[in-house]
């Protein structure tokens, strides 16, 4: 029994299994079972007062039969806001890893920490910064320059109307877009070969724009999926974005009402939590269904 026992303490197997013992414990403690959690409670009407009690698809058909700002307002702006930041931060990223791994090493590593910022401190930045740029009176930077240049005559309240809302959230968002993915290019791009874009020359690659789709990216498809990954679950978890800039959830007319600030409204302003976790389910099938595309496009199994 003894000889047993140590011989499967020193296998392979039990060793992997300590090894990821601590991140399936974490994983299990910050995903797994809140996930499962907001899944029974989205099947549920809870107050956060008294005990949920079980409601079937009653969120769901609701969700989607009878509320009216979720149809209206929420899911076309979310899917507008995703379709725009998501490809859009993805596009800007590779574009400029791609750039920035074309210059020496010491510049590379100052602008791509310059541009790597944002994305650190970026609810900071658009508090700060970015309000005061926008802000409706005279005081704010766009104001005072349109008027300066006499191209209109009175502040625009661009942070408390519908009107240029949804274009501030999308430009800001893209501004910060260089997150984590943005990072993991530009290890890709510097860690191919050499050889194969000599070889590709060789064997008549004309330019660098060849290069990129036949070398590059086919060469960094880990890299390339890691950031589709990243900038799908970013695209879809930036309503805070809105609510920093308006100050409010909701925000103006719902201009700027995604998914999230949804979520947050029902679960913490209305205290609807099981309302709330339906709407966090189909969040996380959409985020699901946006993933799958990505590992269809970029995974190496092809």
């Keep these: 029994m003894k000889k047993r026992k140590k011989s499967l303490i020193h296998t392979e197997g039990f060793k992997g299994a300590v090894l990821l013992a ?11 079972i809140p996930v499962m959690i907001a899944m029974g409670l989205s099947f549920t009407y809870f107050d956060v007062i008294n005990k949920p009690s079980f409601t079937g698809l009653l969120n769901y058909i609701s969700l989607f039969t009878q509320d009216e700002v979720f149809l209206k307002f929420v899911l076309p702006n979310t899917f507008l806001y995703a379709l725009v930041v998501g490809p859009g931060g993805y596009a800007l990223s590779f574009l400029i890893a791609w750039m920035l ?3 020496q090493a010491v510049p590379r590593t100052i602008l791509t920490l310059a541009i790597y910022t944002p994305s650190m401190a970026s609810q900071v930045f658009i508090g700060v910064v970015w309000k005061t740029i926008f ?6 930077y766009m104001n005072y320059i349109l008027m300066e240049l006499d191209i ?26 260089m997150g984590v993915g943005f990072l993991a290019m530009i290890s890709g791009i510097l ?3 050499d050889e194969l874009y000599e070889a590709a020359y060789v064997d008549g690659m004309k ?6 789709f036949y070398i590059t990216i086919p060469s960094m498809k880990p890299q390339m999926l890691f ?5 799908i679950v970013n695209a879809f978890n930036m309503g805070w974005i809105g609510v920093t800039l308006s100050g409010a959830n909701p925000t103006p007319e719902y201009s700027g009402q995604l998914i999230t600030n949804h979520i947050d409204d029902y679960g913490f302003i209305r205290y609807e939590m099981g309302y709330a976790a339906a709407v966090s389910v189909v969040l996380l099938i959409i985020v699901y269904l946006f993933n799958k595309v990505a590992h269809k496009l970029f995974s190496e199994d092809d």
């Excluded at 601590?22 to 797994?32: D, E, G, K, R």
């Excluded at 005559?153 to 910060?176: A, C, G, R, Y």
């Design 101 to 103: 791994t074309q210059i």
């Design 135 to 140: 802000s409706g009176d005279q005081k704010g």
């Design 152 to 177: 209109i005559d009175q502040p625009i309240q661009f942070l408390l109307t519908k009107d240029w809302f949804m274009e501030i959230m999308i430009f800001v968002s893209l501004w910060s877009a």
């Design 227 to 231: 950031g589709a990954v990243m900038a």
């Design 191 to 193: 860690n191919i070969n």
């Design 22 to 32: 601590p991140y399936a414990i974490v994983f299990s403690m910050f995903i797994l």
């Design 207 to 212: 330019n660098r724009f060849q290069e990129i």
